[in-house]
């Protein structure tokens, strides 16, 4: 009786929120798209979350054994620094050693003492023989426990597989996010990160297959500006970052070192969110006027972006919201009446958001239109996952080719915009594995 009275009274609420939140979508201009994408997309993240990924919890386990005896060689590199055994994980003992035993620069001081966070000691590297071993040590007990422990935790014994909890409604912008797992973060910067993938795998008689969007942004973003040079060199398969370091570095194409496209790159997605000459000295090491001065050039180059960055703060500002190709909007407070700083972390997010917001919609589109055909053509073919601009596909081994041919028609012609849409996609019986497909 009170689960039915309970669940009564969650059917109620909910039913009698429509009317007003229907009225309000509908003054706001948001039903359609409410309409067209993110009420079809329920569905979808549904059957995902009930499918879910099947994990290799032996090769969990044993990685776990190897992480367990590398942090085990740290703490003794670490006591050896230091000259005697201390908790590394007490964020006060740690706070001590460093600070006031070793007399290191100690940083920003919280009201509960000396802060020891990621970027304090990421700041101290090169400052004594410690803090390299302590980075290490730090980032092995993250992946240990989040990743590689955490997923035990939250496997179902019984199928063998993790169910993670797509969001909605969670990013202003638009994006999925994942939780109880986040999926969405499995680490890819460092190779012991990337080796966790390798624990996501396909069932006997499957696949996995990940359909990735190619440098997605920077192509809404050459469609929305209409900026020339970038529509040109997309559309003519050219490496935009090599382009752009050639014209930064003033230099022949075919000279562009590997530095200096990585500059050029770091450079293209400052300019992508918002970022300002101090934020990306911050990032590469150059000087304020160095980092302002690249900045220019790059503008200078795509001037059309530089009106985009200068409409889109305008929009911000007068109108209180920004908004997708597909109409979604993200509302701001009057930015004149913010502190400097919190103006400015908005103006970032506010040139920013059509870019990765329009991202956001077009894959959930595809998606959309990818549950529909599989389902409509009686395929066994499962979507489990979906990372931002990567969809992952639990896929049997004879229906792979028919699979990749439908996922590609169906990403790549998710819209028609002034540049290509590719997708880059990779097979293999683990995600860690997967190998690229012709």
Avoid: C
Wanted: proline letters at 3%; aromatic letters at 8%; glycine letters at 6%.
């Amino acid at each position: 009786r009170r689960a039915a009275d309970y669940a009564g009274s969650d059917a109620d609420m909910t039913l009698r929120l429509v009317a007003p939140i229907q009225a309000e979508l509908e003054q706001n201009g948001l039903l359609n798209m409410y309409n067209r994408i993110e009420q079809p997309l329920i569905s979808v993240l549904m059957q995902m979350e009930m499918y879910g990924v099947a994990l290799d919890a032996n090769f969990l386990r044993e990685f776990s054994d190897v992480l367990d005896g590398q942090l085990r060689t740290l703490e003794q590199e670490i006591y050896a620094a230091v000259g005697h055994s201390f908790n590394i994980n007490s964020t006060r003992q740690l706070a001590d050693v460093l600070f006031v035993e070793l007399k290191l620069p100690s940083g920003k001081k919280t009201k509960t003492g000396y802060s020891v966070s990621a970027d304090v000691i990421e700041n101290l590297r090169g400052k004594h023989a410690v803090v390299d071993s302590l980075l290490e040590y730090r980032q092995l007990n993250k992946l240990k426990s989040t990743y590689i422990d955490g997923l035990l935790t939250l496997m179902d014994e019984r199928t063998g597989r993790v169910y993670t909890s797509f969001n909605q409604t969670i990013a202003s912008s638009g994006r999925l996010s994942s939780s109880n797992p986040n999926l969405q973060n499995i680490p890819v910067r460092t190779e012991v990160g990337r080796r966790i993938r390798r624990a996501f795998i396909a069932d006997p008689s499957y696949v996995l297959l990940t359909a990735d969007y190619s440098q997605f942004e920077l192509r809404i973003l050459a469609h929305i500006t209409h900026e020339p040079r970038l529509v040109e060199a997309f559309s003519n398969r050219e490496d935009i970052h090599t382009i752009t370091a050639s014209s930064l570095f003033s230099v022949p194409v075919e000279q562009v070192s590997k530095d200096q496209r990585r500059l050029a790159k770091t450079v293209v997605y400052a300019v992508l969110y918002g970022q300002s000459a101090f934020g990306l000295s911050q990032v590469t090491g150059m000087t304020n006027a160095e980092s302002a001065e690249f900045i220019r050039r790059y503008h200078e180059t795509f001037p059309n972006i530089k009106g985009y960055v200068d409409s889109t703060l305008e929009q911000a500002r007068n109108q209180g919201y920004v908004n997708t190709l597909y109409g979604r909007k993200r509302f701001f407070p009057d930015m004149r009446s913010l502190s400097y700083t919190e103006r400015q972390a908005l103006e970032r997010e506010a040139i920013n958001m059509p870019i990765q917001g329009s991202n956001a919609d077009l894959i959930k589109i595809a998606m959309i239109r990818l549950h529909h055909d599989l389902k409509e053509t009686g395929m066994k073919t499962r979507m489990i996952l979906q990372v931002h601009d990567e969809l992952v596909f639990e896929v049997p081994v004879e229906e792979l080719e028919r699979a990749k041919k439908l996922i590609k028609m169906r990403m790549e012609g998710v819209d028609k915009l002034d540049v290509p849409i590719e997708v880059e996609m990779k097979v293999g019986k683990n995600w860690y594995e997967a190998e690229p497909m012709e």
